[in-house]
């Protein structure tokens, strides 16, 4: 029996002057000045399923440990990894053959697989489930010879990999208006797919433009978008509205924490700033503000956090206020070679 097709409800943003006197609103009358932290933040699942798969594959397997892209898209987790031993490359024709190597938390396509395995190397598998998901989607709807419209970015390694389990069926949508634009072999056996780390608002607003051109266009049978990145803009969103300032700790290639910044900016903050290290902020963009808002992208450890919060006590801004929204309790298990062996109490045994 096939599965109902779920319309996603196109959120309803409010106006700029709507955002603004909410914002004003809520900014304390005494001046006194003070931190918004944005709850959740920080690691999600995925990404800490990935970071402790390069850490024991390290602790059970011994350095060096190959890794293809950056594991996660945060500099200060890579530079970790690799003062404990593990290697980065760009891709698998820089693996020594016979080498162990960890495919990312964004994927890969099976001609990476392919390519790792006429090496001969030993892969491990740090894939986010939920993108996973999202390949598995895009091999079923080729199967059934339907052309999918893949939402997301051109060149990310999600979408690269994504659109590499069903090559000649994916068109890659870069914004909504691109929407406007793409043509499509047969508009009655269209479905749209999204990489995980998008801006909600944004990925729906290119869903209606494209189902105003194609009517049939079918959605996925869940949300592509994933639970942190949901969670995450819904918090900077109530934030922001309270915020004169909002700084999001991420990297730039990071594309949930950019995203932070857009809905930061879109949602009422007068400014949004990105930074990887407390001690990038710029005293100026603090200049004439009493509320600053805080959050960190997807793949960010929290101690890159607690440098801002300090850099922000030191400029006066000492009372933390967190502001929740949702509760996040996902766990993903490791990949079978890495579970601990319960007749040891460890993973596997040392080569």
Same mark, same amino acid.
């Given at each position: ?11 309803r ?18 001046g ?5 932290l ?9 990404v800490?399923?990935?970071?402790a ?9 011994g ?10 898209h ?18 698998? @024709?820089?693996?020594p053959?016979?080498a162990?190597?960890?495919f990312?938390? &964004?994927g ?12 001969g ?23 059934d ?7 997301? &970015?051109h060149g990310?390694?999600?979408v ?5 389990e069903?090559?000649? &069926?994916?068109?890659?949508v870069?914004?909504?208006?691109d929407?406007d ?19 909600v ?7 209606r ?8 266009l ?15 803009q ?6 922001a509205?309270?915020?004169?300032v909002?700084?999001?700790?991420g990297?730039?290639n ?21 930074? @990887?290290h ?9 200049e ?8 960190s992208?997807?793949?960010v ?12 006590a ?8 967190e ?5 996040e309790?996902l766990?993903f ?8 062996d319960?007749? &040891? ?7």
């Amino acid at each position: 029996m096939s599965t109902p097709a779920v319309h996603l409800p196109v959120p309803r943003v409010p106006t700029r002057e709507g955002r603004r006197a909410a914002r004003l609103q809520d900014i304390p009358v005494d001046g006194h000045k003070r931190v918004l932290l944005a709850a959740p933040r920080g690691f999600c699942a995925g990404v800490d399923r990935a970071v402790a798969v390069v850490e024991r594959a390290l602790e059970q397997y011994g350095a060096p440990v190959y890794v293809r892209k950056q594991i996660v898209h945060n500099i200060h987790v890579v530079r970790e990894l690799e003062e404990r031993g593990a290697i980065f490359v760009e891709d698998v @024709d820089e693996v020594p053959p016979g080498a162990r190597l960890v495919f990312s938390a &964004h994927g890969v396509s099976p001609a990476v697989r392919g390519a790792a395995d006429e090496r001969g190397l030993q892969t491990i598998d740090a894939t986010c489930p939920l993108v996973t998901k999202v390949h598995r989607e895009a091999v079923r709807f080729a199967r059934d010879d339907r052309e999918i419209l893949l939402i997301g &970015h051109h060149g990310h390694e999600e979408v690269e990999g994504t659109a590499g389990e069903a090559p000649g &069926h994916v068109t890659v949508v870069n914004s909504p208006d691109d929407a406007d634009t793409i043509e499509v072999r047969d508009p009655t056996r269209v479905v749209w797919l999204s990489q995980t780390t998008l801006s909600v608002d944004e990925t729906m607003e290119t869903v209606r433009r494209l189902r105003a051109r194609f009517p049939q266009l079918a959605d996925p049978p869940t949300d592509d978008i994933c639970y942190a990145t949901q969670n995450r803009q819904t918090a900077i969103k109530k934030v922001a509205s309270q915020a004169d300032v909002v700084i999001v700790v991420g990297s730039a290639n990071s594309s949930n924490s950019v995203r932070l910044v857009e809905v930061a900016r879109e949602y009422g903050a007068r400014a949004a700033y990105r930074v @990887d290290h407390g001690d990038e902020i710029a005293q100026d963009w603090l200049e004439g503000a009493v509320t600053v808002g805080v959050t960190s992208g997807a793949s960010v450890p929290e101690v890159l956090v607690s440098e801002v919060l300090a850099e922000l006590a030191d400029a006066g801004y000492a009372d933390v206020e967190e502001v929740h929204t949702a509760q996040e309790d996902l766990t993903f298990a490791l990949p079978k070679e890495l579970r601990p062996d319960p007749a &040891h109490g460890r993973g596997g045994r040392h080569e």
